[in-house]
T-cell receptor, first 117, second 113 residues
């Protein structure tokens, strides 16, 4: 099955700095890569996602890049703010397996991001 | 906007008891997923339903069962509870429009004593 490795496990930055979180996946059939933000006591919240036919996607201060050859994808947050502090998870799935396979996500281990004012 | 509703938010049970967790998807979402998140762990896929039929199965113990009803809400039934079942249980829903992003509820925290 799929295996997703996420680094770093913790990341501490100053307000206004950029933050980068990296993930690698093992299954070359994976074609959907969402990123989730999880705050204490809440469920994961989708912040951005990318499909394998796209190399980069941006939404305001958040961007994701995908390197299919290296099986590697990254989350970039610019101009970080204290409210960005949370646990971030990358995930991968193979949407071509049919049925509800897009949502059969394998998550990375999570990154605790702390943004200091 | 309406979100995924889960109930109860907290549940305390003793070993060998039974628990039922409920999930109400976002309106017009026809697909429901269940995930289990242990303390300090990443969410693990348990099971999914599309149009009231089981679609995919993950690492769900045989002691657990689930179903999706005609109004698309879903219930996760857990029997013979063990201490190791203590976790956050998340339900997520999606529509059948690609790329099917999942929207998670705020979870049910199950504590088995």
């Amino acid at each position: 099955g799929e295996n997703v490795e996420q680094h770093p496990s913790t990341l501490s930055v100053q307000e206004g700095d950029s933050a980068v979180i990296k993930c690698t996946y093992s299954d070359s059939a994976s074609n959907y890569f969402p990123w989730y933000k999880q705050e204490l006591g809440k469920g994961p919240q989708l912040i951005i996602d990318i499909r394998s036919n796209v190399g980069e996607k941006k939404d305001q201060r958040i961007a994701v890049t995908l390197n299919k050859t290296a099986k590697h994808f990254s989350l970039h947050i610019t101009e970080t703010q204290p409210e960005d502090s949370a646990v971030y998870f990358c995930a991968a799935s193979n949407g071509n397996a049919g049925g509800t396979s897009y949502g059969k996500l394998t998550f990375g281990q999570g990154t605790i991001l702390t943004v200091h004012p | 906007a309406a979100g995924v509703i889960q109930s109860p938010r907290h549940l305390i049970k003793e070993k060998r008891e039974t628990a039922t967790l409920k999930c109400y998807p976002i309106p017009r979402h026809d697909t429901v997923y269940w995930y289990q998140q242990g303390p300090g762990q990443d969410p693990q896929f348990l099971i999914s339903f599309y149009e009231k039929m089981q679609s995919d199965k993950g690492s769900i113990p045989d002691r657990f069962s689930a179903q999706q009803f005609s109004d698309y809400h879903s219930e996760l039934n857990m029997s013979s509870l063990e201490l190791g079942d203590s976790a956050l249980y998340f339900c997520a829903s999606s529509s059948n429009v690609q790329p099917f992003p999942l929207h998670f509820g705020n979870g049910t925290r199950l504590t088995v004593t």
